[in-house]
């Protein structure tokens, strides 16, 4: 069973409007949870990257929060445009040297 | 630009054939890794390097293996190439395991 489950799986919304992403994890203990946005074809760049001791993290028109005690995060997209489009990641990290765990990621699709 | 590089960009070859891919991290990156996307999959960790050792491994398979070199560079060897090993091939380096991972360019590579 994956120890990382994004949902929704795909969502499709109209330019302008705000959206949140789900990631459920149940790696622990874990040092950072990282969001990642992946363009088509293109290489995950970071957005956010947050310790277990925060609770939320902003890069421009995306927030990030994270619960750790119900080991939850999402990721709020503010004022979608439509470079948003896009697959968002949710990554978990191991407190100790072992492999990242990798959500499936929520195919996001802004519409004019 | 990440400042990752990967190369080379493409590559189509056959079916049981050997190939390369080769990858350079950021200046200062002590850490590498490895992961394969195929046609919209998630990505999957393969392996990770830590300055020229071995540190975590996913699911790689035997056929495929990799090394860091002094200079950091970093090989991932595919060998008894399959069709269904046709995908994108991403390099990634970071300053340790807890840091922002910054993501290269990726191979694409094509088994026919």
């Known amino acids: 069973k994956n120890q990382v489950e994004q949902s929704p799986q795909s969502l499709i919304i109209l330019e302008g409007k705000n959206c949140t992403l789900q990631?459920?994890?149940?790696?622990?203990?874990?040092?950072?949870l990282r969001w990642y946005k992946q363009d088509t074809g293109r290489g995950p760049v970071s957005l956010t990257i947050m310790t277990f001791s925060e609770n939320t993290k902003s890069n421009g028109r995306y927030t990030a929060t994270l619960d750790a005690d119900t080991k939850q995060s999402s990721l709020h997209i503010t004022a979608s445009q439509l470079s948003d489009s896009a697959s968002y990641i949710c990554v978990v990290t191991p407190d100790s040297w072992g492999k990242l765990q990798f959500g499936a990621g929520t195919q996001v699709v802004v519409t004019p | 630009d990440s400042g990752v590089t990967q190369t080379p960009k493409h590559l189509i070859t056959a079916t049981g054939q050997r190939v390369t891919l080769r990858c350079s991290p950021r200046?200062?990156?002590?850490?590498v890794y490895w992961y394969q996307q195929s046609l919209d999959q998630g990505l999957q960790f393969l392996i990770q390097?830590?300055?020229?050792?071995?540190?975590a491994k996913g699911n790689i398979l035997e056929r495929f293996s990799a090394q860091q070199f002094p200079d950091l560079h970093s090989e991932l060897n595919l060998s008894s190439l399959e069709l269904g090993d046709s995908a994108l091939y991403f390099c990634?380096?970071?300053?340790?395991?807890?840091?922002?991972?910054?993501f290269g360019p990726g191979t694409r590579l094509t088994v026919l």
């Open positions: 200046s200062g990156d002590l850490s």
């Open positions: 990634a380096s970071s300053v340790n395991s807890y840091n922002e991972q910054f």
């Open positions: 390097y830590y300055n020229g050792e071995e540190r």
């Open positions: 990631c459920n994890y149940t790696v622990s203990p874990f040092s950072n």
